[in-house]
């Protein structure tokens, strides 16, 4: 079955370090790869996503994901993050055989300090 | 634009009472619909997910119910509620013809005391 791995529940950095958040999945076949942000209480969206192309994907407010195939991974990477950074970091996965169905990882906390 | 709605905000509920959570989407048609829970530590875990009117696809064997009354109306119930069943639920939609994102609701704060 199909999953995905957040390892990094919480992490907590100063303004302008740099970040990466790790996401690891399991299954064998095509899919496709989501980062989702939560930023406090404002609704889960979009942050970027991987569908085939450019294995290095950018998204919004400067955050980018490369997608490594023979890791399974999908990390997210901000050169220098900011305050306004502060929130909930989801990875998610869907597959072309079922691409109705989202698998979401338990999630990042990122507490980031002024 | 679209949007989407959720209703209530929060909830708190004794055990063993009944629970019906609503979302609509307003600004399209025939979207895929999707319940979710979220746990502190734990995501997003998919409840359920409907394609169509009255099509409704169970992902966890549990205590909640599903409904597609109309086709931008989805609702999330349960005859008798559990301490278990507390938590955060979102609702979302995306678009029949290609799943390329999914847009999350503002989500129900539910409390079963």
């Known amino acids: 079955a199909q999953s995905v791995s957040q390892h990094n529940h919480h992490v907590i950095l100063s303004e302008a370090a740099s970040l990466e958040l790790g996401c690891n999945y399991s299954?064998?076949?095509?899919?496709?790869l989501f980062w989702y942000v939560q930023y406090p209480g404002q609704h889960l969206q979009l942050l970027l996503k991987?569908?085939?192309?450019?294995?290095l994907v950018k998204g919004i407010k400067g955050f980018e994901a490369e997608f490594i195939k023979s890791k399974f991974s999908f990390n997210l990477r901000k050169p220098s993050v900011q305050w306004s950074d502060t929130a909930e970091y989801f990875c998610?996965?869907?597959?072309?055989?079922?691409?109705?169905?989202?698998?979401f990882g338990s999630g990042t906390k990122l507490n980031v300090k002024p | 634009s679209q949007t989407i709605h959720q209703w209530p905000a929060t909830l708190v509920q004794p055990v063993g009472s009944p629970l019906s959570l609503e979302c609509t989407v307003e600004?399209?048609?025939?979207?895929?619909l999707y319940w979710y829970r979220q746990a502190a530590g734990r995501g997003l875990q998919l409840l359920f997910y409907?394609?169509?009117?009255?099509?409704i696809s169970s992902e966890v064997p549990q205590n909640l119910s599903a409904s597609r009354p109309q086709d931008r109306q989805f609702i999330l119930s349960s005859k008798k509620l559990l301490l278990s069943d507390s938590g955060f639920y979102l609702c979302?939609?995306?678009?029949?013809?290609?799943?390329?994102?999914?847009?999350f609701g503002p989500g129900t704060r539910l409390t079963v005391t």
């Open positions: 979302a939609w995306s678009e029949a013809s290609a799943v390329y994102e999914q847009y």
């Open positions: 299954y064998g076949g095509t899919v496709n």
């Open positions: 991987y569908f085939s192309g450019d294995p």
């Open positions: 998610a996965l869907s597959t072309l055989v079922n691409f109705n169905k989202f698998y």
């Open positions: 600004g399209t048609s025939n979207p895929n």
């Open positions: 409907s394609v169509g009117i009255g099509q």
